[in-house]
């Protein structure tokens, strides 16, 4: 079982969701994310939305039509990256995160390998990405990526904004 607060008003006028919507997603899910099964101890689970439905509107709140599920912080963070990327380098678990967080996306009717969506998302990943005061040193925003140390590197001489 997961933490029985919920997210803050904010947070859910943000998703367009009452404290009873919330309430019944976290109970469908059994009070645990939608992909790696843990809960939350110390804080509500996270909502994730599709972000392909919403990009052209307002950033601080989406249709609410989109909100797919609950997922943990871990989680929530990796599967925009998944869906960003199309894979999670670096994952050592047998691919069964993937797995997982596929099962996820196709119960709610999202294919993170359709191209629309890749290019959509790599947009939007560029246009946040342009106002970071570092490069962001991704393969979407450095197509040439000189490996992790060179990027490292990279980000370390990079001059902040002003400087």
Not at 3 to 26: I, S
Not at 116 to 145: E, I, K, M, Q
């Amino acid at each position: 079982m997961c933490c029985l607060r919920l997210p803050t008003p904010r947070t859910l006028a943000r998703y367009r969701l009452t404290p009873d919507r919330y309430r019944e997603l976290r109970v469908k899910q059994e009070g645990v994310c939608a992909i790696c099964g843990k809960g939350t101890w110390n804080r509500p689970l996270v909502i994730d939305h599709d972000h392909v439905c919403c990009l052209g509107r307002n950033k601080r709140r989406t249709c609410g039509v989109c909100v797919r599920g609950l997922l943990c912080p871990g989680c929530n963070g990796c599967l925009g990256e998944f869906e960003l990327w199309g894979r999670l380098p670096g994952l050592n678990d047998g691919g069964q995160w993937e797995a997982a967080a596929r099962t996820y996306l196709d119960r709610a009717g999202c294919d993170p390998t359709a191209p629309h969506r890749r290019h959509v998302l790599a947009d939007h990943h560029r246009a946040n990405t342009a106002t970071w005061p570092r490069p962001c040193g991704c393969f979407l925003c450095a197509p040439v990526s000189p490996g992790p140390s060179a990027r490292a590197a990279a980000r370390k001489t990079a001059p902040l904004p002003g400087s």
